[in-house]
């Protein structure tokens, strides 16, 4: 089956490839459906939301590989490949996608801990005496 668009999504430490084909609305996630992968359903509309937004819910059959990160992360990861992806497909998609945020890459990262501390920005507990 030929991919019609090709997207990878990247969120805190996950990353997702994302491959849209013609079908009827069917997601896989790792060899799984979205919603045996994702099973609360606000990462499971996390996911979706490009394809509501596009109005092409039932156009496509999609298949994700996702690794990294927890739940959180690779949701958000699977919807910005998925906005890339149906960008690449119809470039009519784009400022609908764009006005909504969903091509954005979310940089925020967990700050990493520094030595001589107690994590990223907790110290040790100080001692006077």
């Known amino acids: 089956m030929k991919n019609l668009g090709v997207g990878t999504g990247r969120r805190k430490t996950s990353v997702a490839r994302v491959y849209l084909r013609e079908g009827s609305g069917k997601i896989v996630v790792n060899g799984k459906d979205v919603l045996q992968y994702f099973p609360q359903i606000g990462h499971m509309l996390m996911v979706r939301q490009p394809l509501m937004v596009t109005a092409s819910e039932n156009k496509f059959d999609i298949l994700i590989n996702v ?44 700050e990493r801990k520094k030595y001589g501390q107690a994590g990223a920005r907790r110290r040790f507990q100080f001692s006077k005496r």
């Open 67 to 110: 690794y990294g990160g927890g739940i959180n992360g690779q949701a958000g990861a699977c919807r910005h490949g998925i906005a890339r992806a149906l960008c690449q497909v119809d470039q009519g998609n784009y400022t609908s996608l764009r006005s909504n945020g969903y091509l954005t890459r979310d940089s925020r990262m967990v």
